[in-house]
T-cell receptor, first 115, second 114 residues
Framework: AQSVTQLDSQVPVFEEAPVELRCNYS??????LFWYVQYPNQGLQLLLK??????LVKGINGFEAEFNKSQTSFHLRKPSVHISDTAEYFC?????????????FGQGTILTVHP | DTAVSQTPKYLVTQMGNDKSIKCEQN?????MYWYKQDSKKFLKIMFS???????INETVPNRFSPKSPDKAHLNLHINSLELGDSAVYFC?????????????FGPGTRLTVL
């Protein structure tokens, strides 16, 4: 079984500041890692994903994440945030093998960007 | 064009009633899912179908019954609604059943049970 912990429930930040949203996972098998974003009253949309290969993954809207196998982490970063990045961010893990499309989500981190 | 659509967007009903939520995807995907997002925003998978075959069935009360008439549609029927069923229900789809796939989410159905 796998689990995901997002270490911060809320992250307030000023516009144009850098931000890091932290995610740790646990799994007994190889994993696929995802970050999704949910804007108010909308469904989730994919920001980026790590399947294999380079541990630094770039996504949409200037976000990137780094897979660290030894620390079982997949932290999301953006060097300079905009007001429009205000949303809730979910880290998710999918496992290989017989788990098929089952994604396990973290509890979410609310990012609030202040002017 | 909407990729994954759900109807209705809002559903307010009394305890004990039976209701259905419909989901359709026009992406040509083989796999569809139902998720429940509770009041604390925790998102948990309920069911998944691949080409009309049930492949994921989490620990969900049997008052919840999914139905997939074809691979583009996945409906959720809920019998004898309870207060605890109040949540936002999301439908999603992916190209196939692999865990490596991006899942595309619908806008959600906010269910309120009074």
């Amino acid at each position: 079984a796998q689990s995901v912990t997002q270490l911060d429930s809320q992250v307030p930040v000023f516009e144009e500041a850098p931000v890091e949203l932290r995610c740790n996972y646990s799994s007994s098998v190889s994993v696929y890692l995802f970050w999704y974003v949910q804007y108010p009253n909308q469904g989730l949309q994919l920001l980026l994903k790590y399947l294999s290969g380079s541990t630094l993954v770039k996504g949409i809207n200037g976000f990137e994440a780094e897979f660290n196998k030894s620390q079982t982490s997949f932290h999301l970063r953006k060097p300079s945030v905009h007001i429009s990045d205000t949303a809730e961010y979910f880290c998710a893990v999918g496992a290989g093998g017989a788990s098929y499309g089952k994604l396990t989500f973290g509890q979410g981190t609310i990012l609030t960007v202040h002017p | 064009d909407t990729a994954v659509s759900q109807t209705p967007k809002y559903l307010v009903t009394q305890m004990g009633n039976d209701k259905s939520i419909k989901c359709e995807q026009n992406l040509g995907h083989d796999t569809m899912y139902w998720y429940k997002q509770d009041s604390k925003k925790f998102l948990k998978i309920m069911f998944s179908y691949n080409n009309k075959e049930l492949i994921i069935n989490e620990t969900v009360p049997n008052r919840f019954s999914p139905k997939s008439p074809d691979k583009a549609h996945l409906n959720l029927h809920i019998n004898s609604l309870e207060l605890g069923d109040s949540a936002v229900y999301f439908c999603a789809s992916s190209q196939d059943r692999g865990s490596y796939n991006e899942q595309f989410f619908g806008p959600g159905t906010r269910l309120t049970v009074l």
